[in-house]
């Protein structure tokens, strides 16, 4: 009977074999796989989702990466509706994890970081918060390593136990696909020359090309740079570069997360990761990125507007791409196999753009000698370079006739008949009280006011306005330190913030200033700036009045401000007021726009007892540019920011760059800084939301710069 049932047992499995191989493959390729899980839950639960990942996440290695939080309040802000409670995109990272694998294949970067995703629509009362499988995101990139496959899926494994405790698995679903696109990644390559020091092609590149996304109306909504990590210089050794860019479109955002039919769980994808990296000794840049076609594959977005907001930005991005100078290749494993240049639509697209670019603008004295000739257009054949197609325009018809203007006859006539035609019309010189010219308001060459008749003091509030900054005629760094210590105030640092070393940030203190700054959370008061800004030919000084009346909150004594205020005047008599002013009963309340942070809203940074004693550490003492010691036993330090990150003045202004070095108050236990987005726009009073949209990766990249010297 053994037997008999054994026999059966290999014909059913031969038949099934034979069936199997009969069957076509796309019914095969029908079968579902798991996208995504997700979690389902009652009510709103954004502020216990927040803490979990900003706090517990990064107990088991996931670390956040540029977080965006309540999208949907931009989609309010810019467009005047939504349709969401809530929707924020919280990328986290696992360095320790991927970077290894990126040593077998880098293309895994393609989503590390990978969004947390959260969203809430205003007619439900359920939550949805979850992210990709880490088997989704491997099929998506085409990586088939045995290796890579296994640790990378086993390194989601915390991750999931920790949201199954959190939120409990039988609230837990997946969201499957069945077939991914064949072309569903972005692979290119960029051949620069290479300097003697490579941070010269960094420093070159990044602005370069982010401005080229940005000019786009892409936001750079997230950069993680792997090799600045703690283990980052030693597990990529084989890497001169290694970056993560996050990339957004709010137009595309908004349409397909937002709205009526409204899709957040597209989100998953978002913000689109861009991976970059130069192998050691190499001058070749590799880039890669997920299409969003998946987005269409694997969640079957089908309405016809969305989909051509996918067809859109998956034809422009490869086009901006191929106009930096890269070049299409092949979604290959670069470190087993030499990618190969294929055919690139882009290609052709930008050099017909280019083409345009020459055909509209021929010399004009050419085009009016054929234009004479000819009454047809035509192409012309001509010995110029072959991609250049020269159009003869027509001639404007002649008219004939000139009909003659038709006169009216009245009777009668006027005394003043010419004024009465010629006459404009008068209007009264009334002015509002407090009234404001444009100039004064809106005045952006960071020159300072000089059109106000105003008798107050400058730098003090006039017409219920307060000017951010003093601003005065250019002196060297020599005679401004002279010049502040025979003010009597105290020099704490003086400090390059550019390559050249012209643009110096001098930061010093008095006894005032300190004795203000000498209470709980009101340290940061402790020192003001003077900048040299030759750009502007001018210094500017941080006006002690503007900043106590902000960071002083209920502790504000204007006396005592005035006071500081009047011992740079009398030093500094020929200073004016900037442009940069902002309502002064307003400043104890400052915030950027509904829903930013405002100054109570710090970020810690660090906790700890030995806070100071980790700043002596060597890799952490260069960091650190002054440090000032208050009564209250708290420590103000001042520290200097990556490269990346401190070339942020370069896109907002240089006039306002002595915000640097950025302060860390060290006040029990804890290292803290006034929130980046505060502090930005606070010291950029006249900062718009598309301006603060170009540095949308820097109060992120704060944050991160801060928290590293305490490490």
């Not at 803490?51 to 802000?77: C, M, W």
């Not at 969203?119 to 390593?145: C, M, Q, R, W, Y």
């Not at 509209?360 to 085009?367: G, N």
Request: charged letters at 30%; one cysteine or more; a positive charge.
């Amino acid at each position: 009977m053994n037997d008999t049932y054994t026999n059966r047992l290999k014909t059913y499995t031969l038949l099934f074999s034979i069936l199997m191989f009969l069957l076509p493959s796309s019914i095969l390729a029908d079968t579902p796989k798991n996208l995504a899980v997700f979690y389902t839950l009652d009510g709103n639960v954004e502020a216990k989702y927040n803490k979990i990942v900003a706090e517990e996440l990064p107990k088991i290695g996931f670390n956040s990466a540029d977080p965006h939080h309540r999208v949907n309040d931009q989609y309010k802000t810019k467009y005047g509706s939504t349709t969401l409670d809530v929707l924020s995109f919280l990328p986290v990272v696992n360095d320790n994890n991927v970077m290894p694998l990126f040593n077998i294949d880098p293309r895994l970067a393609g989503f590390s970081p990978f969004n947390m995703l959260i969203d809430k629509k205003l007619d439900e009362n359920v939550t949805h918060v979850g992210h990709l499988t880490p088997e989704a995101i491997l099929d998506i990139i085409g990586i088939s390593d045995k290796e890579v496959r296994e640790k990378f899926i086993a390194s989601f494994k915390p991750l999931d136990k920790l949201l199954d405790k959190e939120f409990g698995a039988d609230k837990k679903s997946y969201k499957t696909y069945t077939k991914l696109s064949k072309d569903n990644m972005l692979n290119f390559e960029y051949t620069f020359k290479r300097p003697d020091d490579i941070d010269d092609f960094i420093d070159d590149f990044q602005n370069k090309f982010e401005m080229s996304f940005i000019n786009k109306k892409y936001l750079i909504a997230g950069f993680h740079d792997f090799k600045s990590t703690d283990e980052g210089e030693e597990a990529l050794e084989e890497f001169d570069i290694f970056w993560a860019y996050s990339l957004c479109h709010l137009g595309y955002s908004y349409n397909m997360f937002d709205k009526k039919g409204a899709r957040p769980d597209a989100g998953l994808f978002a913000p689109c990761t861009m991976y970059m990296y130069v192998r050691k000794g190499t001058n070749t840049l590799v880039v890669g990125m997920p299409k969003l076609v998946n987005i269409m594959d694997t969640l079957g977005v089908k309405e016809p507007s969305r989909v051509a907001l996918v067809k859109k930005l998956d034809k422009e991005i490869p086009e901006i791409l191929t106009a930096f100078g890269m070049k299409a290749v092949t979604n290959v494993n670069p470190l087993k196999e030499k990618p190969q240049e294929k055919f690139n639509p882009s290609a052709i697209a930008v050099a017909l753009a280019k083409t345009t670019e020459k055909v509209l603008e021929p010399k004009k004295e050419v085009l009016a000698k054929k234009a004479e000739k000819k009454e047809e257009p035509k192409v012309e054949k001509s010995t110029s370079p072959k991609n250049i197609v020269k159009i003869v325009i027509p001639k404007v018809p002649t008219v004939v006739n000139t009909p003659k203007p038709i006169e009216l006859k009245v009777d009668g006539e006027s005394k003043d008949e010419e004024n009465l035609v010629n006459r404009s019309i008068k209007f009264s010189k009334r002015v509002p009280p407090n009234y404001l010219t444009s100039a004064e308001r809106y005045a952006k060459n960071g020159k300072g006011s000089t059109l106000s008749t105003s008798k107050v003091m400058v730098g003090e509030a006039d017409k219920g306005r307060i000017s951010a900054y003093l601003r005065a005629d250019l002196i060297d760094k020599k005679t401004a330190i002279e010049k502040l210590k025979n003010a009597g105030f105290e020099v704490l640092a003086s400090v390059p913030l550019d390559k050249k070393k012209k643009l110096i940030s001098i930061v010093f203190t008095n006894a005032e200033l300190k004795k203000m700054a000498s209470k709980t959370n009101r340290g940061f008061i402790g020192t003001l700036r003077l900048l040299i800004d030759p750009k502007n030919k001018q210094i500017s000084i941080t006006n002690p009045v503007y900043l106590a009346k902000a960071m002083l909150q209920n502790d504000f004594d204007e006396k005592q401000a005035k006071d500081i205020l009047s011992k740079l005047i009398k030093e500094f008599p020929k200073a004016r007021n900037s442009m940069d002013k902002v309502k002064y009963s307003l400043l104890p309340n400052y915030q950027f726009m509904k829903g930013m942070p405002f100054y109570k809203d710090m970020e810690v940074v660090a906790r700890g007892d030995d806070l100071l004693d980790k700043l002596k550490k060597k890799k952490n003492k260069k960091k650190v540019l002054f440090q000032l010691k208050l009564a209250n036993g708290s420590t103000l330090i001042g520290v200097k920011l990556s490269k990346r990150t401190s070339k942020f003045p370069k896109r907002i202004g240089t006039n306002n760059a002595g915000m640097l070095p950025y302060p860390i108050l060290i006040e029990n236990g804890e290292a803290k800084i006034m929130e980046p987005k505060y502090y930005l726009s606070l010291m950029y009073p006249q900062l718009t939301m598309e301006e603060f949209m170009t540095i949308a990766t820097v109060p992120g990249a704060i944050i991160k710069d801060c928290a590293k010297v305490f490490r």
